[in-house]
């Protein structure tokens, strides 16, 4: 009888192993997969704030050549280059570019930010997802050496 348990234990400690290995991989996977997810998320936020500068950039020329425009046609039509009025468009015209300008801008670098916390997101991810995995195969470990009580 006695030597009938011994193959049993072992073969309850050798399937706890495998378990315990499995959960290792598995934690390793995960955290993989977050920790790419983690880099894909920092290349775009990085992107995205490119993006912003270059976007704030070309709103700003356009700005600057409506603005030209709105002054050669004033001055073409001989009005007064110094005249409320005229200063009034510009103040309107400058007032709605750079208002358009803040709100594209904002929503690009907005998008980045979000990217930046996907990534902190996806790196915490995969500390955790090694962290689960060795835990669990501990457990897995300590499940296949412990004998089961009233069993015999």
Known sequence: MGSAATPAGGTSL????????????????????????AEKS?????????????????????????????????AAARADPN???????????AAIGNEQRGIVVNSILQQARQ???????YKDAAGRAMTMGEISAGADILKGSIPLFGKG
């Open 14 to 37: 050798a399937s706890a192993g495998l378990s315990a290995y499995a959960d290792i991989l598995k934690g390793e996977g995960t955290a993989e997969a977050d920790s790419f997810m």
């Open 42 to 74: 920092e290349t775009a936020a990085t992107y995205g704030e490119l993006k912003a500068v270059e976007t704030g950039g070309q709103m700003t020329r356009s700005l600057n050549t409506t603005l030209g425009n709105i002054e050669a046609v004033r």
């Open 83 to 93: 005249s409320p009025t005229g200063a009034a468009i510009l103040d309107e015209q």
């Open 115 to 121: 990217d930046q916390a996907d990534a902190a997101y």
